[in-house]
Nanobody
Framework: QVQFVESGGGLVQPGGSLRLSCAAS????????INWYRQAPGKERELVAS????????GYADSVKGRFTISRDNAKTTLYLQMNNLKPEDTAVYYC?????????WGQGTQVTVSS
């Protein structure tokens, strides 16, 4: 079955960096667009970044452009999110997501807290 396992979250000071990983299994990873979403307390889940299959074109929410970088390693079936210059408003649970044959799949999430 499709599975995503996120890791790499934690507590970091403003201006710091974190690298999130998402290990995927149960489907042909290289064939699908994969996304990072996040959900802050009391807020809607929002799309942070996406990376397509094939050429690996990327897209970002305006709030993270220039600070976050999404990448993928198809051989390792792993998705990454490099987060630099973190801000308190980046505090959220971060989730992997893919839509496979019209069904949305989510990981369990990893908590990122940005605080001094």
């Amino acid at each position: 079955q499709v599975q995503f396992v996120e890791s790499g979250g934690g507590l970091v000071q403003p201006g710091g960096s974190l690298r999130l990983s998402c290990a995927a299994s149960g489907f042909t990873f290289s064939s699908y667009t994969i996304n990072w979403y996040r959900q802050a307390p009391g807020k809607e889940r929002e799309l942070v970044a996406s990376i397509t299959s094939g050429a690996g074109s990327t897209g970002y929410a305006d709030s993270v452009k220039g600070r976050f970088t999404i990448s993928r390693d198809n051989a390792k079936t792993t998705l990454y999110l490099q987060m630099n210059n973190l801000k308190p408003e980046d505090t959220a649970v971060y989730y992997c997501h893919a839509r496979i044959k019209l069904i949305s799949y989510w990981g369990q999430g990893t908590q990122v807290t940005v605080s001094s």
